[in-house]
């Protein structure tokens, strides 16, 4: 039994002397100055000592180690005293003034350290003061922890009622440790010897008191100390320490049921067990149970219910992770939903046309429920910004210039708060969100911190309506360009046909005329059925794929052959590819030599060159036409929808120096008034198998 009690004290102590250590080393980095603060510093300092000095003599039992721990224990007492001195005199001081009304304390204080000190004094040197020196110092300290309790009365009815709150965990702690050494020393003055197993837990006794000292430091900043007690410490504690005291219990009516319930002792034991085990997993598991816990907590552990920097932290990751296997709007109801306990609920959002209809939803029957923006609740929600309780309102409760609750609520069922999404002066939705798991107390903390999250809710949908509106406007300007360059292509077809239409009128009979017309004309065709292809996206435009480039400027020779000048193509060497797309390759060289001819006289000369540079292939297309500018070519040659044509669109040069730097190549410009133009195409050579880059097999040497 000793060696029980003796491992008893040791594992006591010792934990009271690292949770003392610890907190005293917190309270030491949070305090910002005061005198209540030290006092508080120096109680919890003072009752580490006294646990390490315990500690040691429970470890080696020297006496020296005991005595030591009395005269810390009456050091720790006396910073007590002063602590809560300083607080009588405080709220004194706030309360009416008068100071001088509270003489007592502070010479009563001094009087009873002075007393218990005495009492030490009489144990350690073996002075029979009362009877012996173990009854001494057991009376000496027993009217000391009397005198503590008599002076926290004192304190707890001096503070006004409204702050009790914040003292009550202190009150608790101080209260347990006062009243504990009052039965510890009363049993010793009674029967002259401490009692082992009382003594050996009082550390423990002393360490349960820290967690309410702190919670009463940190309800109160006036003590000057910053600190922050975590909420998910505390829940998870005390479920923790919750689920030991079930199990305990669990197991000691199995323990009883087994040696006292006879031939079924055993099995009861393990049937209580395994309905003990299965009932903590549906508790654990159970949604409600955890939200009640949850608001049990908040409601008498802190002064506000919610840590805003955690929950603002919950609701932006919540927000930002949409996409994640739940869309914007689920995880919009699901991160307003776990502010207030509530287990889903639905977004309506506004659309085109002016109406409010659901588009997310999460643990609710889909609704088709609508409502327009003239409706007078939408205006009311705009207009008041409210989070609206549906509860107070049904019970008659107005919510705003006799506002009554709208018929088309009535079509969610267990609705129960209304969320407007406000974003820029505008409502784009709400949100209604279902009866909660367990009651909530929807008060103003809980109705700004909704009204909060709802307008950060509501950014993210604008932002979101905003990026599609801007692809669905994106998609509209591709089409755009993709039609503004077909119309482009029509048009130089266009002049194709009139051309060949004025010389009709007078080589209609010439066989040879005739056959070039056809040829003509089914090349335009053919030309149009593309174009049309590509713009109803029915051929990818960028499919690439080699493309040799002497028949390919052949046929651009060829197409342009009734023109004055006849463009002629010079030939550089070994035939060439690339790797584009055959039919855009030759709109936009088409377009270049179109603009050569455009831009020459017919006793001018138009020429396209095809030659190698290296690894990329050049196009060189001149004439002795007008020419151009150098102010011309940097500052508009190159601008969409800028033409010095009477009948040009402006957007043929800019194509053709956009596609041809998707394809890693360059356009340059060489030009003089008066003397012509020359534009130089390079692009990449392409690798065809079998032969040298750029150059198909059958040309190798």
């Known amino acids: 039994m000793e060696l029980f009690l003796s491992q008893v004290s040791v594992w006591s102590y010792a934990f009271a002397t690292v949770l003392h250590g610890l907190f005293a080393l917190y309270l030491g980095i949070a305090w910002r100055r005061g005198r209540r603060g030290w006092l508080l510093v120096a109680a919890v300092v003072l009752s580490g000592g006294w646990a390490a000095a315990s500690w040691g003599f429970a470890l080696t039992g020297w006496i020296w180690l005991f005595q030591l721990g009395n005269l810390f224990d009456v050091l720790r007492q ?27 304390p502070r010479p009563a204080m001094l009087a009873i350290v002075a007393l218990a000190a005495g009492g030490v004094a009489c144990f350690t040197l073996g002075i029979p003061l009362y009877g012996t020196p173990m009854r001494t110092w057991a009376a000496t300290s027993l009217a000391s922890s009397v005198f503590g309790l008599v ?10 009622e409204r702050s009790h709150w914040g003292i009550k965990p202190l009150t608790l702690a101080l209260g347990g440790l006062f009243a504990f050494d009052v039965y510890l020393f009363s049993d010793a003055l009674l029967f002259t010897r401490l009692h082992p197993s009382v003594w050996s837990v009082r550390g423990f006794a002393h360490t349960l008191a820290i967690p309410l000292i702190a919670v009463s430091a940190s309800r109160n900043p006036e003590w000057t100390f910053r600190i922050s007690v975590s909420r998910h410490v505390v829940l998870h504690s005390t479920a923790m320490a919750g689920t030991g005291l079930y199990l305990t219990l669990i197991a000691g009516a199995g323990y009883y049921m087994r040696y006292f319930g006879g031939e079924w002792g055993q099995a009861l034991q393990v049937a209580l067990l395994f309905g003990g085990a299965l009932f903590l997993g549906v508790v654990a598991f159970s949604g409600a149970v955890r939200s009640r816990f949850k608001v049990l907590i908040a409601k ?14 919950g609701v932006t990751q919540a927000l930002s992770a949409a996409g994640d296997g739940l869309t914007l709007g689920e995880s919009v109801v699901n991160a307003l939903g776990d502010l207030v306990e509530s287990p889903g ?20 029957p889909h609704c088709g429920m609508q409502v327009g923006d003239d409706d007078a609740f939408i205006r009311f929600l705009l207009e008041k910004e409210w989070v609206v309780n549906l509860e107070e309102a049904r019970a008659g409760v107005n919510f705003g210039e006799s506002q009554p609750v709208p018929a088309w609520i009535g079509e969610v069922d267990d609705a129960w708060l209304i969320v407007p999404l406000i974003s820029a002066g505008s409502l784009i939705g709400f949100v209604i969100l279902l009866t909660p798991r367990t009651p909530v107390d929807v008060n103003w903390e809980v109705l700004d911190l909704l009204k909060t999250a709802g307008r950060q809710a509501a950014g993210y949908f604008a932002r979101m309506q905003a990026a599609e509106a801007l692809l669905e406007a994106r998609k509209f300007d591709a089409f755009n360009r993709m039609s503004a360059f077909v119309v482009h292509d029509l048009k130089n077809l266009v002049a194709q046909l009139s051309l060949m239409l004025r010389n009709a009128e007078r080589h209609k009979d ?15 065709e053919e030309r149009m059925r593309g174009l049309m292809a590509q713009l109803m996206e029915k051929t990818p435009i960028n499919q690439r794929k080699p493309v040799p480039l002497t028949p390919l400027l052949e046929h651009i020779v060829q197409s342009k052959r009734l023109f004055r000048p006849a463009p002629v193509l010079v030939s550089g060497g070994p035939d060439l590819a690339v790797l584009a ?21 017919e006793h001018g000369s138009v020429s396209v060159e095809v030659s190698r540079s290296g690894n990329f292939a050049s196009i060189r297309v001149a004439d002795t036409g007008s ?60 690798h065809l198998p079998g032969g040298v880059d750029g150059e198909p097999a059958a040309k190798q040497t």
């Open 78 to 104: 006396a910073a007590w005293f002063g602590f809560l001195v300083a607080m009588l005199l405080q709220n004194a001081s706030e309360a009416d003034g008068n100071v001088a009304a509270l003489a007592w």
């Open 151 to 160: 002076l926290l009365e004192h304190f707890y009815r001096s503070v006004p």
């Open 300 to 313: 008498h552990f802190f002064a506000y219910r919610y840590d805003y920097r955690t929950e603002w932290l």
């Open 345 to 364: 609920g639905g977004v309506w959002l506004k659309d085109a046309a002016g109406r409010y209809s659901q588009q997310a939803r999460l643990n609710m």
């Open 510 to 524: 010439n066989p040879e005329f005739q056959a070039d017309m056809l040829d003509t004309v089914r090349h335009v």
């Open 581 to 601: 797309h055959s039919e855009r390759l030759e709109r936009i060289v088409g377009h270049i030599v179109q603009n050569a001819l455009d831009a020459t006289s």
């Open 627 to 686: 020419g151009m500018s150098a102010a011309f070519i940097r500052d508009q040659l190159f601008k969409p929808f800028q033409t010095t044509k009477a009948s040009g669109m402006g957007i043929g040069a800019y194509e053709a120096r956009q596609y041809i730097h998707e394809l890693g190549g360059s356009l340059s410009v060489e030009s003089e008034v008066g003397a012509g133009s020359c534009f130089e195409i390079r692009l990449p050579l392409a």
